[in-house]
C-alpha cells in the first residue's frame, strides 16, 4: 500500500503536530466524521496520503471495527463547539418529535457522565441498521437527506389517550391496575379474529408483524416504556426470573407506547422502502381498530 | 430451537395458519438448463436478501420483522409468495439456523433501562386543542 509519509506537503494544514504532519488530522485524534445523513465520533487510527491528499483511516467510537474506514479530510470535522452542536441538531432531527427511524437513544448520545459512560465504547448507535444500507453512498462529501423515515401517524384520539396516560401517571401518580383486561395479546387476538371474520384469511405477513409486535413488546416494556413511577410496579409484577410476558398482563396503555418506539426498534431490521410502507398499511388498519375499540381496550381512569 | 420444516418460535408466538403455494419447481416440460437458472436466480435472491436483513437477528426480538422483509423482497423480486415457514427453509440451506444466538445489540437494549417519555409533539399537539377547545 505504501505509506506515503515522506510526502509531506507544504498545503497540509498545520495542525500543531509535533513530529510528522498528517494533514488537518493527526492519528489517535477524535475527530468529528460524516456518515450518512448523521454526524459521529471517531478516532484516527492511521493516516496516509494517496493520490495528491490525506486520507484517514477511522473508527466510529461505540461501532465494531467492521466499520472503520478511509475517509477523505472532506468528511471529518474538528470537534468545535459548533460542529459538535451540528452534530447534536442533525441526531435530534432524527429522533424525538417524529417517528424517525436512526435515533440514538437519549442515554447513549452526549457524554452522558453517569452511568453509561463506561459502556458507550461497546454500545452500537441505533442507527446501526441504517448504516448497513447507506454503505454505498458513505462516500458523499456532505450529509445527504435522511433515508425515509417510517412515520407512523397516530390517530387523534389515540394521541390524547397518551396525553391522558401521561397525566396520570407522571403528574397524578397514578398507575393502571395490573393484570389488564383485555391485555396485549387478548388485543391482538381480537384483532386476528376480526380481520379473519372481515377478509376471510389474515395473510401470513400480517400475522408476522403481529408476532413481531407482541415480540417487541414483550422485550422493550422494561427497557423502554415505563414510566419511572412505574418501575416498583413492574418489579413485583414480573418478579426477575419469572418468566411472566408483559404481553399478558399489561394492556392497550402501554401498547400505544411502544408505537412511539416503533420506528427506533425497526432501524436494527434494516426494512426496504417498500417493506416499510407494506408495514406502515398493516400498523395504520391495526391503530384505526385500536380507535375504533377505545372504550373497550383503554382505561379512562387509573387506580 | 430451530427444527426446519416446522419451526417453532421461541417465543411462543404463533405461527401463520395458512398455507401459501410452496416455491414450485419449473413444470417437467421445461429444459433441465431452465430449471438450473431458476433455481440459481433464486439462491442470487436470497444472498441479496440476507446482505439487507441480517439472518442473525432471526434468534432475537426482531425476528418476525425480518422474516417480514426477507418475504417482502422475495415475493417482489421472484414474483412468487413465500410463507415465512419456506423462507426458513431456504435459509436453513445456507446458514444453520440452530446455532443463531440473539446478538449482543438486542441484550444491551434490553438491559439498558431507559424512561419512556412522551414526544413534545405530542404533548403540545393536545395541550393546543385543549386550550382552543
Redesign the interface.
Known amino acids: 500500500m505504501g505509506s506515503s509519509s515522506d510526502v509531506l506537503t507544504d498545503e497540509a494544514e498545520d495542525s500543531g503536530d509535533e513530529n510528522v504532519d498528517t494533514g488537518q488530522f493527526k492519528e489517535g485524534e477524535k475527530v468529528l466524521a460524516y456518515h450518512g445523513p448523521l454526524i459521529y465520533d471517531t478516532k484516527i487510527q492511521k493516516a496516509e496520503f494517496r493520490k495528491k491528499e490525506w486520507k484517514y483511516f477511522v473508527h466510529y467510537l461505540g461501532w465494531s471495527k467492521n466499520w472503520d474506514e478511509w475517509v477523505g479530510a472532506d468528511r471529518l470535522m474538528k470537534p468545535t463547539e459548533e460542529n459538535l452542536e451540528k452534530q447534536k441538531k442533525l441526531f435530534k432531527n432524527q429522533t424525538?418529535?417524529?417517528l424517525s427511524k436512526g435515533r440514538v437513544?437519549?442515554?447513549?448520545q452526549k457524554s452522558a457522565a453517569e452511568k453509561?459512560e463506561s459502556?458507550t465504547e461497546?454500545?452500537?448507535s441505533v442507527g446501526?441498521g441504517k448504516k448497513?444500507?447507506s454503505d454505498p453512498v458513505s462516500e458523499a462529501k456532505s450529509p445527504e437527506e435522511p433515508d425515509h423515515a417510517l412515520k407512523i401517524p397516530?390517530p387523534g384520539t389515540l394521541?390524547?389517550q397518551?396525553?391522558e396516560d401521561?397525566e396520570f401517571v407522571t403528574q397524578m401518580g397514578k398507575l393502571v391496575k395490573l393484570p389488564r383486561f383485555p391485555s396485549v395479546q387478548d388485543i391482538f387476538k381480537k384483532y386476528t379474529d376480526f380481520k379473519t371474520k372481515r377478509d376471510g384469511?389474515?395473510?401470513?405477513?400480517l400475522?408476522?408483524?403481529l408476532?413481531?409486535l407482541?415480540?417487541?413488546f414483550?422485550?422493550?416494556l422494561?427497557?423502554?416504556?415505563?414510566?419511572?413511577q412505574e418501575r416498583a410496579q413492574y418489579a413485583s409484577a414480573v418478579p426477575h426470573g419469572s418468566d411472566i410476558?408483559p404481553s399478558s398482563i399489561y394492556g392497550a396503555e402501554h401498547l400505544l407506547?411502544l408505537f412511539?418506539?416503533l420506528s427506533e426498534?425497526?432501524v436494527?431490521?434494516?426494512?426496504?422502502h417498500?417493506?416499510l410502507t407494506?408495514?406502515q398499511h398493516k400498523l395504520a388498519d391495526f391503530l384505526k381498530f385500536l380507535q375504533r375499540n377505545q372504550s373497550n381496550f383503554f382505561l379512562t381512569s387509573y387506580g | 430451537m430451530g427444527d426446519h420444516v416446522q419451526q417453532k418460535p421461541r417465543d411462543g408466538t404463533t405461527s401463520s395458519h395458512r398455507s401459501t403455494p410452496a416455491a414450485t419447481p419449473p413444470s417437467s416440460a421445461s429444459s433441465p438448463l431452465k430449471k438450473g437458472t431458476q433455481q440459481v436466480e433464486l439462491e442470487l435472491r436470497l444472498l441479496e436478501a440476507f446482505a439487507i436483513y441480517r439472518p442473525s437477528l432471526l434468534a432475537g426480538m426482531h425476528r418476525h420483522f425480518i422474516l417480514f422483509g426477507l418475504m417482502h423482497h422475495l415475493e417482489r423480486r421472484l414474483n412468487q409468495r413465500f410463507s415465512p415457514d419456506e423462507v426458513l427453509q431456504l435459509l436453513d440451506r445456507f446458514f444453520n439456523l440452530d446455532l443463531l444466538e440473539p446478538d449482543d445489540e438486542e441484550l444491551e437494549l434490553v438491559n439498558h433501562k431507559e424512561d419512556f417519555s412522551l414526544p413534545q409533539s405530542i404533548l403540545e399537539e393536545i395541550k393546543r386543542k385543549k386550550i382552543s377547545s
Open positions: 424525538g418529535d417524529k437513544p437519549a442515554g447513549k453509561d459502556k461497546n454500545k452500537p446501526r448497513r444500507k397516530l394521541k390524547r397518551l396525553v401521561w384469511v389474515v395473510e401470513d405477513s400475522v408476522e408483524v408476532n413481531g407482541r415480540s417487541y414483550d422485550k422493550s422494561p427497557a423502554m416504556l415505563l414510566y419511572p410476558s407506547r412511539v418506539k426498534l425497526l436494527y431490521t434494516n426494512m426496504e417498500e417493506a407494506q408495514l
